[in-house]
Nanobody, 126 residues
Framework: QVQLVESGGGLVQAGGSLRLSCAAS????????MGWFRQAPGKEREFVAT????????????YYADSATGRFTIYRDNAENTVYLQMNSLKPEDTAVYYC???????????????WGQGTQVTVSS
């Protein structure tokens, strides 16, 4: 059974930081690209960040949405089957449910991914 379980969300003030985690099981984690997306109420799901495949415990490449560049970092630990999203300098507009996903490509669109978690809420107060 494939599972992606996000954790680490919560309430923070603007300018603060959070680290999201996504624990994966039920598939060969090291063979998949991993991504993070987010969705705010009344908005479409949008791309945040993705990692390329790596045979090591860290990724060789990472790609970010313009809104995340310079503030967010995606990385993975293949030994723990976990992908992380470190979020710094958070803004109220970052408030959303954050989802991790697994797929064959380090893509920027939802259809690039095969498996999805159920999300974790991030709320940034002003």
């Amino acid at each position: 059974q494939v599972q992606l379980v996000e954790s680490g969300g919560g309430l923070v003030q603007a300018g603060g930081s959070l680290r999201l985690s996504c624990a994966a099981s039920g598939f060969t984690f090291s063979r998949y690209a991993m991504g993070w997306f987010r969705q705010a109420p009344g908005k479409e799901r949008e791309f945040v960040a993705t990692t390329s495949w790596s045979g090591r415990s860290t990724t060789y490449y990472a790609y970010y949405a313009d809104s995340a560049t310079g503030r967010f970092t995606i990385y993975r630990d293949n030994a723990e089957n976990t992908v992380y999203l470190q979020m710094n300098s958070l803004k109220p507009e970052d408030t959303a449910v954050y989802y991790c996903a697994a797929g064959p490509l380090a893509g920027r669109e939802s259809h690039d991914y095969d498996y999805w978690g159920q999300g974790t809420q991030v709320t940034v107060s002003s």
